[in-house]
């Protein structure tokens, strides 16, 4: 195997979600989990994974020393500790050109560790590291000896490979059934005319949930537009109608809503508003603002959106302290 010199990981350098609209990337989380302190999912490919934090965690080892062997995986494959893990992980059938992937998940920014890596590692800290080898990493290699890693981490996460819709956008998915033609005829509801945003953002990786519901930030603004350009007058008068929530999202407690309608008439006005106005003027910058000071939205989730809708060259970054999972 070639060496590779420097700081930056070998093969895969990649610091932020893939934005290309060239279809799905193999290395997005269709889902994310956080079961008992140890973060974990499965990739665009179907792989399973487990990041730093929660792979440390289950080899009973500190995240930073993990992490720092991982960055130097090119210089540690000639030193004893690497050439074991790189023979380990040769066995689980893995190339070991590289030892995690990265992307900007739910979690904020993550080193995903593939299966066959996160066996070899914590292979390594059960049996082969000596002095140091720990009871954790002994404890949880039985367990998933006795089950395949790929069926632990479906499993934990909820995740069916069968299934035709992929985890993270079951909430978008789920929303969009319960809706269908629950809005009066010759009117329109918000959650049905910005469907394109759910959609551009759920492309590049940047699923809705409970957490991040544009619609009702989208809704209170074009409200308050609409009372001041006096829209009943213009437009013709809006009406309430009832607007649920699946049962996954915690605002269907309080089920059935209460949204407002609009006449059919003003449709291209909001389109032109919710373009000129809510997106590029400023208050989706500011939604994403306030969601993540909130802490529902990781920082580098809310950097990704905006640079998805082409905003990022104009909008200044939203700071958060990184989590590095």
């Not at 930056?8 to 934005?19: C, F, G, S």
């Not at 990265?102 to 590692?121: L, N, Q, S």
């Not at 789920?174 to 759910?198: C, K, M, Q, W």
Request: charged letters at 20%; a neutral charge.
């Amino acid at each position: 195997m070639r060496k590779r010199n420097g700081s930056h990981h070998p093969i895969i350098n990649k610091n932020q979600i893939d934005t290309s609209k060239n279809g799905p990337n193999s290395h997005h989380p269709l889902v994310e989990a956080e079961i008992d302190g140890v973060h974990m999912g499965v990739l665009g490919d179907g792989s399973p994974f487990m990041g730093l934090r929660g792979l440390a965690r289950m080899c009973g080892i500190d995240h930073s020393g993990l992490l720092r062997f991982a960055n130097n995986w090119g210089d540690e494959v000639s030193k004893p500790r690497g050439k074991v893990i790189l023979r380990l992980i040769l066995e689980q059938g893995h190339p070991g050109d590289f030892l995690y992937t990265r992307f900007v998940g739910k979690y904020g920014d993550t080193h995903a560790f593939p299966d066959a890596v996160c066996m070899a590692i914590l292979e390594y800290y059960a049996f082969e590291a000596g002095a140091h080898s720990t009871d954790d990493a002994k404890h949880n290699y039985r367990i998933l000896a006795r089950k395949s890693f790929r069926d632990f981490i479906y499993q934990s996460c909820g995740y069916d490979p069968a299934n035709a819709v992929p985890s993270l956008w079951q909430p978008f998915h789920d929303r969009a059934s319960l809706l269908h033609n629950t809005v009066p005829e010759g009117y329109f509801g918000i959650f049905h005319a910005i469907h394109d945003l759910f959609i551009t953002l759920g492309q590049n990786g940047i699923h809705t949930d409970q957490s991040f519901v544009p619609d009702i930030s989208v809704g209170m603004a074009w409200s308050k537009h609409w009372l001041s350009i006096s829209g009943d007058e213009l437009y013709g008068a809006r009406i309430k109608y009832d607007h649920d929530y699946p049962s996954c999202y915690a605002q269907a407690k309080s089920n059935p809503q209460e949204p407002w309608a609009y006449p059919e008439m003003a449709l291209g006005a909001f389109k032109k508003w919710f373009r000129e106005d809510y997106i590029r003027g400023g208050k989706l910058t500011g939604y994403l603002s306030l969601q993540v000071k909130k802490k529902d939205l990781p920082a580098p989730f809310a950097n990704a959106a905006l640079t998805a809708l082409g905003l990022s060259a104009n909008a200044p970054q939203i700071e958060q302290r990184k989590r590095i999972a």
